[in-house]
């Protein structure tokens, strides 16, 4: 949980905060969402905390603290890279992640280590532990850039945060998101990982991924994130009702006192991401959650078509 001290309140091992209602509540110390911050952000209301306090980010950690998130940051896109390309050099990765090779090479060393990277004639691949399978084919950055546009309508729409999420070996990884302009919002920085289980966005990647995906996530586990998080049988539950629906929507279960709904995104060869919306639950009634099963459907058709229009690669 948070501690609060010195009017800033910083979650130990997980940056997920609410600010402003009164309250803060966290995730938890579980290993997903190290890196970005899933919080509500605001910058003016009536809540318990005052107006000018600040939420706690990588950026005002202890300089040893800040370095790892750096470190853990470049490895996450290094890794992201891997998986966009198919195989790919390490020079090439230099290159394109404007890094050293030498630095390259350590992170890939350490990736191959527990799994993530294979190396096959000099080029390096996604290891078995981290096969992505269906939709592969679809990088992420052609993948941001035709969705970015979709992102901001429905931001628009829905009055909330939007985003966009990949499935990476058993975690799901915030790709993109386009903030909410309340003052009172939730975000999720790009590059933090969430697990398959636990909220819309990640469990619509769930839903749809092979079936073997499934049974490691059952194998390994489930670990409650917060009180909301399903249990195993309310997530087979879940599931199936996504893949009759092909809509989730999640309350509390990554963030206490949010909701989020999403949608899949498909190409010829599987899922690629999940879309979704998510703010916090005193604006996501009824009639916004309505709402939000009619425009999200068409988002992600939107989304598919510039995908199937689009022949940069």
Known sequence: MPSVSNDRIQCIGVDVQIVGLGRASGIGQKPYLEQGCSLFRASGGSGGISHNRTVATARDRPPEEAAEDTSFARGLRLLLTVADRGEIRADELGTVLEMPVSSVYRYLRT??????????????????????????????????????????????????????????????????????RQALRVALEPGAMAPLYAGALPRVLLAFAPPEVLAEVMAQGIQPITAETPSAEGLREGLAQILSDRLAISEGELVSGSV??????????????????????????????????????????????????????
């Open 111 to 180: 990736l191959a280590e527990f799994g993530f990277v294979d190396r096959r004639g000099g080029r390096y691949q996604l290891g078995p532990r981290l096969v992505i399978g269906t939709g592969s084919k679809v990088t992420s950055e052609r993948l941001i850039r035709l969705a970015d546009p979709v992102l901001r309508m429905m931001v628009q729409e829905a009055g909330e945060t939007a985003l966009l999420m990949r499935r990476v070996g058993l975690s799901a990884v915030c790709l993109h998101q386009v903030e909410a």
């Open 260 to 313: 989020a709904m999403a949608v899949p995104i498909f190409q010829a060869d599987g899922i690629v991401a999940s879309l979704g919306v998510i703010g916090p639950a005193e604006r996501c009634g009824l009639a916004w959650r309505a709402r939000m099963r009619r425009l999200l459907p068409s988002a992600a058709e939107t989304v598919m078509a510039a995908l199937g229009d689009d022949r940069t690669g």
